[in-house]
C-alpha cells in the first residue's frame, strides 16, 4: 500500500495515483454508475423470474439453481469483447422461508424443501459487472391474491420490514449517520410489534467489495453496541441496504443445516491437503471476494473437502443458515442505493402489492409519517411551486406510503412536471399501513 512505503517520493506519488483511481472506481463515474446499471437490471430481471417460480410444490433447489443459472446467463452476454471485465454472481440464489432468517441455498446432494401455500419467502441474489454489485431481497407469502389477503404476524413482519427499508432509503444521504438508521428500523418494527433481526448488517460497498468500511447496525447485540462507531454518509458512497424484521424475538440461532455460502477473506496461509490448495484456488480464480456456494462447484465433494481446512484457517467466512424460532416468521427487504448529487437512487428491489396485506397495527408517529412521505430527490431550484402541493402533502400523510421505487426506472433525472404528476398519482392510490 502506498501508504506504508517508506520513501516519500513515492508516497507522495502513490497517494496522488491512488485518489485518481479511488474517483475513477467511484460513482461519480458516468461509466462506474453505467456498470452498476447494467448490474442492476440483470439482479432485477432474475429476481422477477424467480418471483414467477415461487408457486405451491415448488423446489426450493431448483430454484436457486434457476436463479444463479440466469446470473451466470445475463451476466455473460455483457462486455463479450473485454476480457478484462470481469462479471458474474455477486451472491448466490438463496431461498429462506418462514423462520429461516437467511442463506439457505441447498447443494445438489442436500435435502430439498418444497414450497406451499402461505410459506414466507425471502429472496437474496446478486450479481456484479467489472466488481461494481448489485443486489438484492424481497419477500413474499406464496399463493397471496387480494382476494384471500395475509393476516396475521405473517402480515406484521412484511410491512414492518417494507416501511422500515423505505425509511432507511430516506435516511441515508450526505450528513446523515448510520445510528439514525438503526433508530429508525428498530422503531417501524416496535409499531408492528415486531423485532429487527439482531446483529444484521447492512455495508457501504466499493469495487470488489460487498461488505465495506462503512456499516449500518439493526438492533445489535451487546458486543456490537461496544464496538458501534457513529459515521455519516457521503456523497458518491454506495450501499447493500439489508432489512430483517421478526415477528418474534429477533434472536439468530444457527442451524444444523449444512454451511453452502462463503466468501474469501483477504488472509494468507500456507493449507496443507492439495485438495484445500485447488479448491482456494479456483474460487481465487473465478469469485475473488465475492460470496459464493459449494454449488458453483463441478466437483461438489472435493469442494465440501477442500473449504473445511480453508475456514479452519479463516481463509473463507462461512454465511451459516440462521432461524428464529419455530412458528415465528422473518421478513427481509435488500436494495442497493447509490448517493448521487441529485439524490438517492435506488437501483434494486421491487414493491409489494401493499392491498395483499392487512395488519391489526399501524404507523401512527408523526414523524415517520412524514419521512415515508418524502421524496428521495433534492428539490429543484428556480422553479414554480404548482398550487394545492400543501394539500396532497397532507392527504399522503394520511394514507402513510412510501414512494414505490422499483430499481428499474431509466436512472435520469425525471423532469419536474412529470415526477409530480407520477407523485400524485402514487398518492391517489395509496392505501392505509
Do not use: W
Amino acid at each position: 500500500m502506498s501508504s506504508s512505503r517508506s520513501s516519500s517520493v513515492s508516497s507522495a506519488s502513490g497517494g496522488s495515483i491512488s485518489s485518481k483511481t479511488a474517483q475513477d472506481e467511484s460513482i461519480a463515474s458516468d461509466l462506474v454508475v453505467t456498470k452498476y446499471k447494467m448490474a442492476s437490471e440483470i439482479t432485477q430481471r432474475v429476481l422477477r423470474e424467480v418471483i414467477d417460480r415461487c408457486v405451491p410444490g415448488a423446489s426450493i433447489k431448483d430454484t436457486c439453481i434457476f436463479g444463479d443459472k440466469r446470473l451466470d446467463e445475463e451476466t455473460s452476454r455483457v462486455y463479450k469483447k473485454d476480457k478484462d471485465v470481469k462479471k458474474g454472481i455477486a451472491f448466490p440464489t438463496c431461498l429462506s422461508i418462514n423462520n429461516y432468517i437467511c442463506h439457505f441455498s441447498p447443494l445438489v446432494s442436500d435435502p430439498d424443501m418444497i414450497l406451499k401455500d402461505d410459506d414466507v419467502v425471502k429472496i437474496d441474489l446478486g450479481c456484479h459487472i467489472d466488481g461494481y454489485v448489485a443486489v438484492v431481497a424481497h419477500t413474499l407469502i406464496v399463493g397471496a391474491t387480494r382476494e384471500k389477503k395475509v393476516t396475521g404476524r405473517r402480515a406484521d413482519c412484511i410491512l414492518a420490514a417494507y416501511y422500515a427499508a423505505e425509511a432507511a432509503l430516506r435516511l441515508i444521504k450526505p450528513t446523515e449517520n448510520n445510528t439514525a438508521v438503526t433508530e429508525i428500523i428498530d422503531r417501524i418494527a416496535s409499531a408492528y410489534h415486531c423485532k429487527p433481526v439482531e446483529g444484521m448488517i447492512s455495508y457501504q460497498m466499493t469495487r470488489g467489495i460487498i461488505d465495506g468500511e462503512k456499516k449500518i447496525y439493526q438492533n445489535p447485540s451487546d458486543m456490537q453496541r461496544r464496538e458501534i462507531e457513529k459515521q455519516e454518509f457521503a456523497l458518491h458512497e454506495v450501499y447493500a441496504v439489508d432489512v430483517l424484521v421478526s415477528s418474534g424475538e429477533g434472536k439468530p440461532r444457527e442451524t444444523d443445516i449444512r454451511t453452502t455460502v462463503y466468501k474469501k477473506k483477504e488472509f494468507v496461509y500456507q493449507l496443507r491437503m492439495k485438495s484445500s490448495r485447488a479448491f482456494l484456488s479456483e474460487v481465487e480464480k473465478r469469485f475473488s471476494l465475492m460470496p459464493f456456494t459449494l454449488r458453483h462447484f463441478e466437483d461438489e465433494k472435493r469442494a465440501r473437502m477442500g473449504v473445511i481446512e480453508c475456514a479452519k484457517h479463516d481463509l473463507v467466512e462461512p454465511y451459516p443458515v440462521y432461524q428464529e424460532k419455530e412458528g415465528e416468521f422473518v421478513a427481509e427487504f435488500k436494495f442497493t442505493l447509490l448517493l448521487m448529487p441529485s439524490g438517492q437512487m435506488k437501483i434494486t428491489g421491487l414493491p409489494i402489492d401493499l392491498d395483499l396485506y392487512e395488519s391489526e397495527y399501524k404507523i401512527d408517529d408523526s414523524d415517520i409519517k412524514q419521512l415515508l412521505t418524502s421524496s428521495t430527490q433534492k428539490k429543484k431550484k428556480n422553479k414554480k411551486k404548482k398550487k394545492g402541493t400543501a394539500a396532497s402533502g397532507a392527504t399522503a400523510l394520511d394514507n402513510v406510503e412510501a414512494v414505490e421505487d422499483d430499481g428499474d426506472e431509466d436512472f435520469e433525472d425525471e423532469p419536474e412536471k412529470d415526477a409530480k404528476k407520477k407523485s400524485t398519482k402514487s398518492k391517489k392510490t395509496n392505501k392505509k399501513a
